[in-house]
């Protein structure tokens, strides 16, 4: 594993082998020192460091037009990467398609986590197919998206996404470049947002420029991109969220996955 100079007050002892996080205040302190010193570097600085200091056990969460761009930079950085995605069993077919375009074009293995069975099925029998049109999409996002992201982050240290704080100014807005992730594990997983600070524009760019495939339902005015019948097209001048879960008040549009976001805006 190539293991990286790291300076910024991160001890010698995780520059020289590779440690997975314990419940330990000295890596308390280094993730929160990291956070602090790599808030305004560049997406590929947080990523070499993230790569290098977790090694096999950390992924990249794989949905979107940002987990894409973080794909072509982590693969820039090393020539393996481990990625995941969720299939909630309800995605759009060009989604479907585009899992396996990213795997070829990138020639890496892509980990399909599916949607818990058991609780599908009893919330369909119980509920029906819609019924999140009535009370809210959280239940089916929890059997859907948020039980396949824990069995899949159960077995690891660490975790990228591709969040921005300009994606939903009412629950990401603060949203750090490293954090621990509380919402999953013992309350020891790093979670990294490289692109916390970059804006929509920077991620297209990027694409443009390094020729990174895209979801082909961008083309047809789709933003953010979750499961079928959540997600719509925007209008021009319409936030890119406004497409997801359109029918719930807006402060609160978060699947599950980030559940923390909510929480420390509220």
Known sequence: M????????????????EIMPEKDPEIIKEIEQFAEDYKDSSPQEILEYALNRFGSGISIAFSGAEDVVLIDMATKIKAQVSVFSLDTGRLHSETYKFFDVVREHYNIPLEIFFANREKTEEL??????????KDGHQECCGARKVDPLRRSLSKRSAWITGQRKDQSPNTRAEIP????????????????????NWTSKQVWDYIRENDVPYNELHEKGYVSIGCEPCTRPVLPGQ?????????????KKECGLHSGNVRSQS
């Open 2 to 17: 190539l293991i990286i100079t790291v300076s910024h007050n991160i001890s010698s002892r995780s520059q020289e082998k």
């Open 177 to 196: 470049v490293a954090e621990f992730d509380l919402a999953f594990g013992d309350g020891t997983l790093v979670k990294f947002n490289p692109l916390a």
């Open 239 to 251: 936030h890119e969220r406004e497409g997801r879960w359109w029918w719930e008040e807006a402060t």
């Open 124 to 133: 369909v029998l119980k509920k029906g197919m819609f019924s999140f049109y």
